[in-house]
C-alpha cells in the first residue's frame, strides 16, 4: 500500500481506515454529490434544446402539450422560472423571455430571434457553469 508508505501508516492502520464509518459515510457522500453534480450538468446542457422547443411549439397549430411541459418543467428545474417565482433572481436569466417570437411573425424573423434566443441561453449555461465552480470552490474552502 503506497498510501500507508506515503502516510506513515501500516497497511492494517488503512484498512480500519477505509471500513470505518466515518470513512465509508464520507464516501457515500461524495458518490451522491459527484452523481449530482453530473445530472445538473447534463440539465444545464439542455436548457437551449428546451427553449429551441418552447420556441417551436409556438408556430404549431396544435402545440404539443407535451413537449411545451416537458421543457417548461426543464427550465424549472435548473432555474428559469415563471416571474411570479422570481422573488429575488438575477433577471438576466429571463432575457431570452423577451425574445421569443409572436405567433404569426415572419418566419425568417422567427428564425433569427430563435438563433438569438439559443445564443443568450449558451452563454448563460456557461456563465451558471462558471458561478457553480466559483460556489463549489468556496464551499470546499
Do not use: W
Not at 437551449?48 to 402539450?65: C, G, K, L, T
Not at 415563471?82 to 433577471?91: L, R, T, V, W
Amino acid at each position: 500500500m503506497d498510501i500507508a508508505k506515503r502516510y506513515g501508516f501500516t497497511p492494517a492502520h488503512i484498512t480500519k481506515i477505509i471500513n470505518s464509518p466515518l470513512f465509508k459515510a464520507e464516501q457515500h457522500r461524495l458518490e451522491i454529490l459527484t452523481e449530482k453534480v453530473l445530472i445538473d450538468s447534463e440539465l444545464l446542457s439542455l436548457q437551449p434544446r428546451a427553449v429551441e422547443v418552447i420556441a417551436e411549439e409556438m408556430f404549431q397549430d396544435v402545440p404539443s402539450a407535451r413537449r411545451t411541459d416537458t421543457a417548461f418543467k426543464l427550465l424549472d428545474r435548473t432555474g428559469y422560472h415563471p416571474k411570479n417565482e422570481q422573488k429575488g433572481i438575477d433577471n438576466r436569466r429571463y432575457t431570452f423571455v423577451n425574445l421569443a417570437p409572436m405567433p404569426g411573425e415572419n418566419p425568417e424573423e422567427a428564425e433569427k430571434r430563435i438563433k438569438v434566443i439559443r445564443d443568450v441561453v449558451a452563454s448563460e449555461v456557461k456563465q451558471d457553469a462558471i458561478e457553480a465552480e466559483f460556489r463549489d470552490l468556496d464551499q470546499e474552502a
